[in-house]
Structures are given as C-alpha cells and as structure tokens.
C-alpha cells in the first residue's frame, strides 16, 4: 500500500525536475542536516530491513506448510507453522509501527530545523527584500520547500530503500523457486508502465490545474472577506455578481476533481487487475509444472504469493529519479534562502555611540530605492513582484545637521522624499551615495541592535498587532510595570481612551479588533515610543485631517515625547513647524530651503507659499 501511494505522488509530481542540474555541495550539504539523527535514521533503517525480511518469510513458510505439513499429513507441523505466519504478521505490523515513528520523529525535526532556521534568516533581511517578495506567495513557497525537503528523508529515502531490498529479495527468492514463472509473469510489466506514464502526465497537469484554481478562489475569498473588501461589495451591493464568479471558479475546481478522483481510481484498478492477471497466468504455468512435478504444490503457492508483493515496489521505483529530484531541488531552494545576504549588513567591528544625547548629520546623502535584480532571488522570482519598477534617483546631495536634543521639522509637496528620508536614519535602506552619521559615528559602523535600540520612530501609519493595548505597548519594552504603561499613555494623551474602554489595556486592537481611528493610533504610537525611551525620535505625521480637538492631543503627546531628544518631524501641521529649530524644505529629493519659522517667511520661496497655503505634504 505504501508503494502505491508512493508511486501515485510521484506521479502527480512534476516531471521536469529530473533534468535540473544540482549544484555541487548539496548533497553534502544535506547530509550535515542528517547528522543529529544519525542513530535514529540507523534505527529506522534497520527496522526497514527487518520489514523486508518478514515480507518474504511469510510465502516460504506457506511453502513449508504444504510441502512438509499438509502433502505428507503432518498435522502438528501445519499448527507450528501457520502459528509461526501468523505471529510474523504481528512482528511484522510491530516493526511497522516502529519505522513510521522513527521516520516521524526524524522527518518532524528536519521540519522544525529547517524552518526555525529560514525563519530567523528571512527575518533578518532588509525590507527591499519584503517589498519585493509578496508575504503571501513567500511564506507557502518556504513552506512548500520545508516540506518538501523532509520528503526525502522520510517517504522518498526510506520508500526508496525498502523498495529497492524488498524487490531484491522478492526477485530473488522467486528466481529461486522457479525462474520460469518468474520470467513469464514478468512480461506484462511494460504493459502496465506504459499506461501509468500517460496517466502520470495528464495528472500532473490537472493537478497543478486544480492548485491554481484553488489559489485563484482562496485570494477571491481574502479579497472579499477582509473589512475593506467585504465594506466595498456591499456599499456597491454587488453579492450577487460575486457569488456569480465565486460559483464559476467552484463549478471548474469541482470538475477537474472528479477527473482527478477518475484517474486515480483506474491507476489503482489498473495496478491490481495486472496483479491479478499475471497471478492467473503464475497459476497456470505453475500448475502445469506442478502437474509435471518440476515444482511442487508449496512451491506454486509461495510464488504467487511473491509475485503480488513485486509489482508495487516495481512501480513505485519506475519514478524514483522525479522523486529524489523533487526532493533535492526543494532542498536547495531552501538553502538559496539561507545563503541569501541582506542588504543591510551588519559591521564587522561596530563603534559604539557616545552616552547622552545624539546628533544627526546627513552628508552629501544620495539615494535611488534598490532595483529589482540587486534583491532578487532566482527561486523565489514567481513570488516576487513583477510590477516594481525602478525608482530613480530620489534623493540627492542632501546635506544637514540636527544637534544632539534639537528638533528639525522636514516639509515638502507629497513624494518629495521625506518618508525616504526617515527610513535612511535607522537603515532600513544603506545610502547610495554619502554618509549618514549619528553622534559622530557613520551608520554601517553601528550594530543594527545599538541603532535600532537608540531610534524611536512613529509611522505615518503606525501598525499595531492583533494584540491587547497592552502587549503592543510592551512590545518596545517587554517588562513595563503597568504603571509605567499608564504613564506612557499619559504623556501621549491617550491615556483616557484606554481608560473608557470596557476592558482598557486588555481591549484587543489591530485589523479585527477594536478599531482606533488615525489619531488615536499615532498616539498609542507615540506611547509605544515613549515607553523605549529612546535618544532620537523620528515621527511622520499622519496626512489624514485630524479634527481641532485630536490635533491639539497629539500636538501635545508629540511635545512629551520630543522634549530632551533629538528629533526628526516630517510635518504636515503648522504648529508642529513653528516649534522646530530647523525647518528643511524638501521638494524632488532636494533641499532647497534651509532656515527656522521667521526665516523662511522671509525668504518668500517655497515654504512661503507652503504656508500661505497651510500644505505641507
Ligand atoms: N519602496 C520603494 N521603491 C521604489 N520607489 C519608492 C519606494 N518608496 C517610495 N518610492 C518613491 O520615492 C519617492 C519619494 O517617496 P516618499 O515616500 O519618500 O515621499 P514623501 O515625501 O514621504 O511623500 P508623502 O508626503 O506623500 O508621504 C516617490 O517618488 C516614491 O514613488
Ligand atoms: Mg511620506
């Protein structure tokens, strides 16, 4: 049974694997990943072996059974052996048993290394590499290939190993007994490979057929089931257009199973009508020889006996080569991963920063977002974005200073740069061109952990987990006593909101929970930052109008959260301008006004005519 599902999976897997060309080292490579279960995979081999022994043990014991028990009426010699059958068929499930958890146990912890070690790896990538790679399409083709790779330890490894000794053996043993049934009944062979390709193929094209479809209706279903898709269908009213085109995918998904259903069925009636043809033909001849006493009577039985055992191993190593393939080809794309390099790299020997208070100097800073090639990954290009296109240069030659503890606010129109500039200073992206430095000390010299430790940033729009107001408050600092989240959210003045919830830190927020609106989202953001406590505070604020009343609290959250530290403000408010020490005007990548409130005024350029216009996106 386990030959047959065997060869039905490679069946439906895809062909083209086999002539992919490896690269040297996997193999060994592999093995390293084998070598914490040495003793386990030598278990489950041997119980492997023992299971192969038992399979032949059986007909010639029935052989025995007739020729010395039954022909010469030996009555307690028939009790001993068919005793003896069946207790073998008990070793036999027990040593079943025990391989399956051998193969588990190793199959589950390659598994578990596999993906705790992608895991950790990918997290560690820039965020070019996110932008780029759709989270969705990432997260099942690393899936997929974990996956896949255990196959080749469990079902593949050891579906190759037991096949290839039980067919050994079984061709061995029947050889033995009468090399003339062997030989005949073999002939049919070709009969039944020849059909199982063209089912193989035809297959493998539904199945991947049936893969799509099911991809297509499950993001139709992500699409329309989030709030905003489902807010959408219903503002236009349109359910019934929808359910329209659901139905369509369903009825297609529906009609390629029962095809699939269809052909698996006459691959498995195939597989054991030729079983049972060439029994009949074994029985045939076999009885003939018997009749001419060239083999006796347990001799006949225990070949056909054999012979049922011989075609499923057959089978299932007819495949073998897409099966190891599929295997070793998922391992590689998984150590692609894994040798993938972020952007951001970390330095070899970083400077600390000074204690106190830090400044921030952008010097000659240049920069164009990553292009598609420098962050690719060849395995992953189907899940990576066709549609991101090159963004030129965005910033250039943009040099200024923040002392340590002063405020600088940047304005400009909408896609000037100012978002770019604010992700540069904790390196979300390296600078092209320039250097960017922080208390004296040039960014690739600091440990990521250091900078990112030393940056407080609040988003233009700040995420929050699916969490308690509590745990995503923690989440800049995971021992805050709940006094000292209170105190954060006071000073952010978002204390009372939390408070008027019915279950106040412990409300759930995020994309299902209880909605915050703009506001009070940047000021659970700003309490979130408060918490870190962190020297140099970056804040986008948010575009959306906020209302008088919203905009005076995060006037004031915003006052709490910047006094003593050195900040960056990319401002949309003009009391949030008026109150910086430094006003850069920004418009195409470019710093064209330099100056505080008055000066500008008086330069009557650009932020002139921002002002007079109250826009400072
Ligand atoms: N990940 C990205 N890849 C490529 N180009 C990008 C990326 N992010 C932004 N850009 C481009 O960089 C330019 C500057 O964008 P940025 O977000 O910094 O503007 P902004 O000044 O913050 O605008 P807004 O006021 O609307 O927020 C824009 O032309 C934008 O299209
Ligand atoms: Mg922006």
Redesign the pocket.
Known sequence: MQAMWMTHRSMTADQSVKDQKLRPGTIKRIASYAIPYKSWLIAYLITVVIDALLVIATPLLIKRLIDDGVVPGNSSLVTWLALSVAVIALLDAIFNMIGRWYSARIGEGLIFDLRTQVFSHVQRQSIAFF?RTQTGALISRINQDVIGAQQAFTATLSGVISNVLSLILVLITMLFLSWQITVISLILLPLFLAPTKWVGKKLQRLTKDSFNLNAEMSSLMTERFNVSGALLVKLYGNEDLESQGFKERARKVAGIGILIALLNRSFFIALTSIAAIATAIAYGVGGHLAINQSITLGTLLAITTLLVRLYGPLTALSNVRVDVMTALVSFERVFEVLDLKPMVAEPETPSSLPQGALSIEFDHVGFR?PTADEISLASLESAARSDLVE?GQ?LRDISFMITAGSMTAVV?P???????ISSLIPRLYDVTEGSIKIGGVDLRNISLQELRDCIGIVP?DPHLFHETIAANLRYAKSDATEEELRAACDAAQILSLVDSLPQGFDTVVGERGHRLSGGEKQRLAIARVLLKRPQIVILDEA?AHLDSENERLVHRALTAALTGRTSLV?AHRLSTVKAADQIIVLAEGKVVEKGNHDELLKEKGLYFELVSKQRF?
């Open positions: 932008t977002y963004s965005v400009g909408s896609g000037a740069g100012k978002t770019t233009q575009t990319i996106e």
